[in-house]
Structures are given as C-alpha cells and as structure tokens.
C-alpha cells in the first residue's frame, strides 16, 4: 500500500462484526487508515443474491476535523470501525478476567436421537422410574423466546458422565441412542464418530458446576432480535442456542435486560439478518459489569414479577410481547406501558450503579442496525458506549497490572526458594 492515497471496498456487513472487524478494518485503522463515509449494513440490490452488504470509503493518514465524515448518508464528526458514528474511543474491547466462568453456551447434543417428546418421556419414566434419572426437559432458544413460561417443549435424554456400561443401564432411552444416534455419529468425521455415542458432543461440565448450586438461572437465545434474559428453573438441559449465566441475582438480571448491555450486545455482537447473534466471549466477557446495588435488585424483581404475570396472562413468548414493547405504533395498551416504564427505571438504575449520575438517559423509539426499538436516543447511545468502553480499558489495565505483579511476585518467590 501506498504512503498516501484512498480506498473504497465493499464487503458483506460482517466486515464491521466480531472477528472479521478485528483482524480487517481494526488493523487497517491502527496502520493509519481513516474512515470518511461507511454504508453499515444494506440489502444487496439484485434479487439474485439475498445478503446484507457494507461499502467502506477511506484514506491512509490523518484527516482534519473539517473534512466531512458520512455514516449512512448522515454527517457525523468520526466514523468507527463499527461503521457507525464514533465517539471519543474507537478500540476493541478486551476480556475481563472478572467476569470468567460465568457465562456459557448450552449443551451441543448432536444427534437427534437424543431428542424425546414429553409423551413419551413420561410413558418410559412410567414404565421404569429410574429412567427419571436420565431424562430432562430441552430448552433451546425458540422454546426460550416464544414460550410464555421459557420451558422447554421436548425432553432429552442426557447420561451425563456416565459409562457406557452404565447408561446401558436405563434399556429405553439406551436403546433409543443405539439405533438413532450411533449410526449417525459414525458417519462423522474422526472427531465425532471417536467421541462417546451415547453422551453429548459438548455436555458443557463447566457450566455444570457452575450453575450446580442454583435453582434458578439466567438464560439468553444466542440468536434474537429481543436480546433479553429470562429467569428459568435448573434441572432441564439448555441447548447450544442458549447461553446460561451462573447466577440468580436480580440485580445481575435488570442489567442484561437494560439498554447499556443491549446495545453492547448489539454492537459487538455479530447479526443475522436483523437479529443478534450473542457470544459470550465477544460480548459477556467484554461487559464492564456495575456495583451491584439495591435499586438494581428492585428493578429486577420488578422486571420479572410484572413481565411474568403479563407473558402468562396474554400467552405471550419473549418476541412477542418485545414486538409490541418495541412497536411505536402500539399506544394505550397498560401492559406495554408498564414495561416501557419498567425498562427507564432498569436503564437509570443500571446508569447510577456506574456512578454515571450526570448522564441522564432520554427514552423513545429509536433505529439502531436497522431495527427500531424502546431505547435511549442515538446521542445517548454513544455517550453510553463511549463510557463503557473506557470502563472496560480502565479495567483490562488493572487487571494486566495486577497479573504482572503476580507474576514477578511468584518469580521472586522462586528465586528466593532456589537461593534459600
């Protein structure tokens, strides 16, 4: 590449996502690339090719402020390597150590066979009540999103560690995998057909344990367009469409459900069409979690009393009532107003746990990647993210601080013990 000159590319919109924004537009930026005009994310024209793409205009070196930056045929004073207006940081957001081992994507079963409907789970649990042992109810993402109760609509059939030996122990649903699960397994490659037939490809023991001391977990589709947890009992099986979240705190469950960690969410998250596509890595660890507070546990409680009692009143699933939460067409209904309510109150306290008291959150229908949702206005949403990112740096650099000092800490140690 030349010293000077400019560039124009186009790519698919996952250019400005995860990954791919990382190792693409983040290294061309850090070697001095400037971003003058960006299409986030558009509809290919041609009806030949069902995509989303992103165009991307620049140049190598510094730009005056004065130049005129375009995001989406909007003027804006920066553009970021998300492709959207930036404000004063523009940087990845690194892991925090802080928050490790506490969020998990669900169990990946692999092979249908595993899979048992609810009738006939009851009519083996009948025919052996040790088959009880072995059978639980499924949660996967849809179940998640559109049952009012967020139960699991199928069971499946998990032996956990057990031994071979041992789950040929439990006839019927052994059988079951023998026949349906075996086979296809051996027509995998070497990685699978190798692995255990009759346990899940990914049965997920860390999060096991680390949800083995609650009744209660928080739980989120990995792909959806509401980007909301739900509070579900233990005891059934989540599905590798969900990611579980050790914990059953209240205040824990009003931040994932607040604007700030949604748009966090959304912005460094990947999509799929219009809808989110949360991963952990990307986004949970990366979350610069607030002071737990009272207010937070309020809300939550709140949250979930009330969204609860209207979801199993009106047989309404996540999506559903979200749609109506988000639709700025939807006016006078109680139920909705509530909720909108409820969410300024979650966004404000979540706000104050931060110690954020002069940012004051200004609430409405808003378009954010090509969705309108119930949120803080666009202003708000980059001050919003320009302070959590910060927050997030300031800790890295404590936590990289702290790990060095360990490090010269334990190698002090060593030496000492060598010339002791």
């Not at 309404?316 to 409820?342: C, E, F, H, M």
Request: glycine share 6%; hydrophobic share 40%.
């Amino acid at each position: 590449m030349q010293a000077k000159g400019t560039l124009g590319l186009i790519a698919t919109n996952t250019v400005a996502q995860g990954d791919s924004r990382e190792v693409g537009l983040g290294a061309m930026v850090a070697d001095g690339f400037t971003i003058t005009r960006a299409i986030q994310s558009r509809s290919w024209p041609a009806a030949s090719a069902n995509l989303e793409y992103a165009a991307v205009w620049g140049t190598r070196g510094s730009v005056i402020d004065a130049v005129p930056r375009v995001a989406d045929d909007v003027d804006v004073r920066r553009i970021s390597t998300l492709l959207e207006p930036s404000g004063r940081v523009d940087s990845m957001p690194a892991r925090l150590a802080e928050n490790a081992g506490l969020a998990f994507i669900g169990c990946y079963v692999l092979g249908m066979g595993f899979v048992v409907d609810p009738e006939e789970a009851q009519e083996w649990i009948a025919a052996d009540a040790r088959n009880a042992e072995v059978l639980f109810p499924y949660l996967n993402g849809e179940d998640l999103n559109q049952r009012p109760d967020g139960s699991g609509s199928r069971w499946v059939i998990d032996f956990g560690g057990r031994s071979e030996e041992e789950a040929a122990g439990f006839p019927l649903p052994f059988r079951r995998l023998a026949e349906q699960v075996r086979p296809e397994r051996a027509r995998k490659p070497k990685a699978v057909s190798d692995a255990p037939w009759w346990l899940f490809l990914r049965s997920r023991p860390a999060m096991r344990e680390a949800i083995s001391g609650l009744s209660e977990v928080l739980v989120i589709a990995r792909v959806s367009k509401t980007v909301m947890p739900m509070r579900v009992p233990t005891g059934q099986v989540p599905s590798e469409a969900c990611v579980v979240f050790a914990s059953d705190s209240y205040g824990v469950q009003a931040v994932l459900s607040s604007t700030l960690h949604r748009t966090w969410a959304i912005t460094y998250g990947s999509t799929l069409e219009t809808r989110v596509r949360y991963t952990p890595s990307d986004v949970f660890e990366t979350f610069p979690l607030p002071a737990r507070t009272e207010r937070l546990a309020d809300a939550g409680k709140v949250l979930e009393r009330d969204r609860r009692e209207v979801m199993l009143r009106r047989n309404l699933g996540l999506t559903k009532l979200y749609n109506l939460v988000d639709d700025s067409t939807v006016q006078g209904d109680p139920d909705v107003a509530r909720l909108r309510d409820i969410h300024v109150e979650i966004d404000e306290a979540t706000a104050e746990a931060y110690g954020w008291d002069d940012l004051r959150l200004s609430h409405g229908f808003h378009s954010y990647r090509q969705v309108e949702r119930w949120s803080v206005s666009p202003t708000d949403r980059v001050e919003a993210l320009d302070r959590l990112l910060l927050e997030n740096q300031q800790r890295a650099t404590v936590e990289e601080q702290g790990s060095r000092d360990r490090t010269t800490t334990d190698f002090t140690s060593q030496v000492e013990t060598l010339f002791d």
